[in-house]
């Protein structure tokens, strides 16, 4: 696990740093010393957390242009994640023209996205494009590449892909389909050379599209050789082709009144092109509501002590506001001043990962 290391900023310091990141985003990239990234080019994730742990900025985490792969166990808030991603973009005018593509495979949307998200959000997402086979996904994508309009597309998930040749075999065994002398049986390599092939074609006009493409899949025990002990199907080129792979796997379940209302979802990057670094961060989600970003961008500030505790109570300097971890968040809300503890987190993330750094001489200069 990548754990952070834990720092005691002033709170001179703290209010510095706020200051620091507003002023960072309004500079030329050269001037912005922890992230090269550009702000511009990222999709919000739905955390600020896991904003960060892709692209050390807190505004965004996923890749425009880019293939993101989401890995995770089962109910550890893989589908409801990348579908907060579509409400995060409907929120910016940046992404008034983007089309949000979400193909159900499983055909296991039970979520009232009316209800987490609003009317106006969940009527803009596309849930009439429904993939069967890999081959179907195939034609999808090359149709919304040719639409012309960037995109953002789901798919939930791969697992749940067939292909026509397993469709075939079923039929075949089950005697509804005549077998042929030069069946060779190579069925089971066809998904995933398939998924080689699409990467490939479509890789550089997803880029070109400012499209997003985000591949979900199920985690699968490895019962092969090497040290991790979950694996994914798909192949080595969903890996290859992937700006971001992140691993979900569930912490702790949230209970009430002994029933499971949510979980502790952590959210492992081990793959990550824009910065290179590996980074893992829990987040809360919870069935009812969906992630619960502002009460994990509290933990986080406390934990990192930029925030001062006095036995229950959580005392944020900045924002002259005191009181338990719950009665916080609500005094937050109240004041519609989420977007600052976003900064806030957001400042304090990118003054760890400068603490990171060796700051030798360069070698090449």
Known sequence: MAQLKRRSPKESETKE???????????PLDKIEVSSVDPDWLIPTGSTLLNCACSDLHTG??????ITNLIGDSSSGKSLLALTSFAEVAMYTRYDDYRLIYDDVEAALEFNLDYLFGGEIS???????????????YGNIVKALKDGRP???????????????????ALKEAGMMKKKQDDKGGWKTEKARLVS??????AREIKSSEALVVV???TRDNLGFGFSTKTRSGGRALKFYSCHEMWLSIREPFKSKNREIGVRTNAKVSKNKLTGKKRDVDIPIYYDYGVDDLSANVEFLVTEE????????????????RGTKDKLVRLIEENSLEGEVQKLVGASWRSIEEELRLN???RYK
Do not use: M
């Open 151 to 169: 995109f953002i597309y789901i798919l939930d998930s791969l697992d749940a892909l067939t292909s026509r040749e397993e469709q075939e075999r």
């Open 17 to 27: 740093l706020v200051s620091q990141v507003e002023d960072a985003a309004k500079k």
């Open 61 to 66: 985490g996923y890749g425009i242009g880019k």
């Open 216 to 218: 979900i899949s199920q």
């Open 306 to 321: 930029v925030w001062g505790k006095e036995k229950n109570t959580i005392v944020a300097e900045e924002l002259n506001l």
């Open 360 to 362: 030798r001489k360069k």
């Open 123 to 137: 009527d803009r997402i596309e849930t009439n494009i429904v993939s069967d086979t890999i081959q179907d996904f």
């Open 197 to 202: 092939e699409i990467l490939r074609v479509t």
